[in-house]
């Protein structure tokens, strides 16, 4: 292990590890922060700091799907082959009403979820009200509606938990 550092400002840690089941980080930032990786990017979920999930779906067309995602939980290329060990499911054939199980506890995780097209986002967990209250503390319930309406509609979305 070692640091090298180019300017009075900065400071820097390089390590390599060649042992199985080492552990290794390098940075390289002229103008902010760096972290580089070969291999799988992985967090305890109790851990704070990085995203333990991310999808990215296909709400718009059927067959509805996970298009790209990412799973902290798995190693491999499981990690990022979609659907990444979640489960979508339209919830009672409604328009814009879905259900994702990260097959992981998130009901006490932070959640950021984003609509990809012109449609407003709202989310739930299973401490909620009315339909979140029958979700598993695995699952997050999410609802596309029309913007500036009340009206749920067909969109694609991404959501982050942290």
Known sequence: MHGVTHSNAGSGVGGLNTADGGVGIWGEAPSGFGFYTPNNVQQARDAGGWVKAMAYVNGTNAPYNIIR????????????TPPCGFAL??????????????????????????????????????DGSGYCTALTPNQLLVFTFERGGSNTVWANYHVLVY
């Open 69 to 80: 995602c990412f799973n902290s939980t798995l190693a491999g290329a499981a990690a990022t």
């Open 89 to 126: 499911t339209q919830l009672n054939n409604f328009t814009g009403v879905w259900t994702l199980d990260f097959g992981f506890q998130v009901s006490d995780r932070f959640i950021s979820a984003t609509s990809a097209s012109p449609a407003v986002i709202n989310a739930c967990f299973s």
